[in-house]
């Protein structure tokens, strides 16, 4: 089934911060797949591509906020710590675990930014996971309303950390508070970055000729596409609305569809030619910021072609099910709050390093 990209009439635009939009975050993160994973190409035509990137290197130290702290950020005081410091205090007793010589972990981050900038909140945050012994790429989504601790900010003064939102780390202070705040909270220490927004969405699945997508009866329904379980072809404007859906179950489902397209998106690009993937490139790439040098990722790209045979259908989230509670006492709206943190990280070290060592 094909259908059609055309918006009906009269449908209205979302705001800019409104929780429809963020969703489609998830969606721009897929297009990581075709620049990260499953590029060809190699010297001057690289350096080339590589000029259409937005390069801007993590800097050390903590950096201010990129846009105002209460403008949407979810941030409010919390006055009493005690519920939640003492899981705090045992998670920062894990080991931080960096790449490991099979492992090798990027965070891919989607903005909320309809404009040609990266300023936002980072409402898609995925672990990339590249294991090199298991021939394997693992997804893991960080869920943007996770209780967390934001490093070096501390508005109340009280001399502690701030607890906030993931997903305001990076509308505090950018890809690097973000980075320094998944080490302390998560005890992973990821160096490399890949950032976008999603405005180059849906005219890149168009490109892609569309991706094939099992639906639920559900889905389908919400589409406005039929009422029955089965696979669809979606063009750009339905697979946007499809990873934007969150009202059928909750922000736990949005980002399994959102990992699920990323893998549809990663097998519809093993099918196409050097010329075709070079010419969605030209599209994407502008669209994309990264802290990787251009040798870094000329080795990134240009290693691409050995995760062809890798597989792509392990993936986990954060928090873990069964393992968080809504938390609206905290003053911070719909925050997710981990009964117990250490555990989940422990269980996450699990699944993303399956016993490798770090480095």
């Given at each position: 089934m094909k259908v059609s990209a055309k918006k009906s009439k009269g449908r209205k635009t979302p705001k800019k911060h409104s929780k429809a939009v963020r969703g489609i975050v998830g969606a721009s993160v897929a297009l990581l797949s075709i620049l990260g994973i499953l590029f060809i190409g190699s010297g001057i035509y690289v350096w080339r591509l590589y000029s259409l990137v937005n390069y801007s290197p993590v800097e050390s130290g903590y950096v201010d906020s990129v846009v105002d702290s209460d403008d949407g950020s979810g941030y409010e005081e919390i006055d009493d710590y005690t519920k939640i410091e003492e899981g705090a205090a045992s998670v920062a007793e894990i080991s931080v675990k960096g790449n490991t010589n099979n492992i090798t972990n990027y965070l891919l981050i989607g903005i909320d930014s309809r404009q040609n900038n990266f300023s936002g909140l980072?409402?898609?945050?995925?672990?990339?996971?590249?294991?090199?012994?298991?021939?394997?790429?693992?997804?893991?989504?960080?869920?943007?309303?996770?209780?967390?601790?934001?490093?070096?900010?501390?508005?109340?003064?009280d001399g502690k950390d701030d607890f906030a939102k993931l997903n305001a780390a990076y509308s505090y202070g950018g890809p690097?508070?973000?980075?320094?705040?998944?080490?302390?909270?998560?005890?992973?220490?990821?160096?490399?970055?890949?950032?976008?927004?999603?405005?180059?969405?849906?005219?890149?699945?168009?490109?892609?000729g569309?991706?094939?997508?099992?639906?639920?009866?559900?889905?389908?329904?919400?589409?406005?596409?039929?009422?029955?379980?089965k696979t669809y072809s979606l063009n750009g404007h339905y697979a946007l609305e499809y990873v934007r859906i969150r009202k059928l179950d909750s922000d736990f489902g949005r980002t399994a569809r959102q990992r699920k397209m990323l893998n549809a998106m990663f097998q519809k690009a093993k099918t196409m030619n050097v010329a075709k993937l070079n010419s969605i490139l030209n599209?994407?790439?502008?669209?994309?910021?990264?802290?990787?040098?251009?040798n870094e990722f000329m080795s990134f790209t240009l290693n691409s072609l050995t995760y062809f045979g890798y597989t792509m259908d392990k993936t986990y989230h954060i928090p873990p099910n069964g393992k968080y509670r809504s938390a609206p006492e905290l003053g911070l709206g719909s925050v997710l709050y981990m009964e117990d943190p250490a555990s989940a990280v422990i269980e996450l070290h699990k699944f993303i390093y399956n016993g490798e060592t770090a480095q």
């Open positions: 980072s409402d898609t945050m995925i672990i990339l996971t590249i294991d090199k012994k298991n021939k394997d790429i693992r997804l893991t989504s960080l869920l943007r309303d996770t209780l967390v601790t934001i490093p070096g900010r501390d508005k109340n003064g690097n508070l973000l980075l320094k705040t998944i080490e302390q909270n998560f005890r992973i220490k990821i160096s490399k970055h890949i950032t976008v927004n999603f405005t180059a969405f849906s005219s890149t699945i168009d490109a892609l569309g991706i094939d997508i099992e639906l639920t009866a559900a889905e389908a329904k919400h589409l406005k596409l039929g009422n029955t379980a599209k994407v790439l502008p669209q994309i910021q990264t802290n990787m040098s251009p």
